[in-house]
């Protein structure tokens, strides 16, 4: 399988991650310049408000395989306030932020993601309770059920329309697609509505299409051969 040509961006994503604030070391009077390497050398996360840093994370694992991100988490709550005070609630959303040395190279990562499952161990070293934790990149208004209708357009037209109104990016390395057609989404997931669109899209006949969304919100769709 290969790429038919270069992935290009054709819409910027608008969708803002939570903040995560860091002290700034007086840096405007002089300081050292610390706060340029937090993320960089170890990942940040910030659940419900609370920010876990450097010994307090165990592992993070990012993954990219499928087509939302998702993220699996080890933290040591060191504090142990989280298990208090800090204790996620329906709707709360856990944050990474990886810094990038080296921008013109690798883009800083920094998501929200829905929390799907969260567990405390019983049994810890040295009294520091062991938080697992994992979730799914939030896209607003991604598995929402709409009713809609779209006028004359090819799929391309038509997933761009999408990403704008979901406030993400595309990008593809597919000029136009010959499928020029009205689409309307019947109450149907959104998710599930781009699904369809993809699988029915046509560029030619050795050619077929797959989508992703990965992690700076990027909607990819991508022709392969």
Not at 189 to 201: L, M
Request: net charge negative.
């Amino acid at each position: 399988m290969d790429l038919e040509q270069h992935i290009l961006a054709v819409v910027e994503p608008e969708l803002n991650p939570t903040e995560i604030k860091f002290v700034d070391f007086n840096e405007e009077d002089g300081g050292d310049r610390q706060s340029k390497t937090i993320g960089a050398v170890a990942p940040v996360v910030q659940v419900n408000g609370f920010q876990f840093t450097g010994e307090m994370i165990e592992s993070v694992n990012l993954n990219l395989s499928k087509v939302l991100p998702s993220v699996n988490l080890i933290l040591n709550d060191i504090t142990q306030a989280f298990a208090l005070e800090f204790m996620p609630r329906d709707g709360d959303v856990i944050t990474l932020f990886i810094n990038s040395k080296h921008t013109d190279t690798f883009k800083t990562i920094h998501m929200d993601f829905e929390i799907t499952n969260i567990s405390l161990s019983t049994d810890s070293v040295d009294n520091i309770p062991e938080i697992n934790i994992s979730g799914i990149a939030r896209i607003p208004k991604y598995f929402a059920e709409t009713c809609r209708n779209f006028e004359a357009g090819t799929s391309l037209d038509h997933l761009e329309l999408i990403a704008r109104d979901l406030k993400i990016g595309l990008a593809t390395n597919i000029e136009t697609t010959d499928d020029l057609m009205l689409r309307i989404q019947p109450y149907i997931p959104t998710f599930q509505f781009i699904e369809d669109i993809v699988e029915n899209s046509y560029i030619a006949e050795n050619s077929f299409q797959r989508y992703y969304i990965d992690q700076f919100y990027y909607l990819n769709f991508i022709g392969m051969k």
